[in-house]
Nanobody, 116 residues
């Protein structure tokens, strides 16, 4: 099993920055296929924001150039640096880990609110 603990959400004005952290623990950490962040706004479907797979980061188009995903392997932690935040970035952000068996693990979610 894998446990994911997120932190770093909050309220920020448009144009501001936040950094989300996700600390992973558990017995399957060495079987990571991909790790990253999703978000879900009220009334919307959950969408992929950014992830790292085989050391290659990918981003959804709406955050390219503003968000940066990084990973600290010794600390088993993944980060999402979010700059130039916009009101449309407001959502609950979820950390996700996908293992080689195809199983998805999710964090509890952290709220990000961007005021205009």
């Amino acid at each position: 099993q894998v446990q994911l603990a997120e932190s770093g959400g909050g309220v920020v004005q448009a144009g501001g920055s936040l950094r989300l952290s996700c600390a992973a623990s558990g017995s399957t950490l060495f079987r990571i296929n991909a790790i990253g962040w999703y978000r879900q706004a009220p009334g919307e479907q959950r969408e992929l924001v950014a992830r790292i797979r085989r050391d290659i980061p990918t981003y959804t188009d709406s955050v390219k150039g503003r968000f940066t995903i990084s990973r600290d392997i010794p600390k088993n932690t993944v980060y999402l640096q979010m700059n130039s935040l916009k009101p449309e970035d407001t959502a609950v952000y979820y950390c996700n880990l996908n293992d080689w068996g195809g199983h998805d693990y999710w964090g509890q979610g952290t709220q990000v609110t961007v005021s205009s």
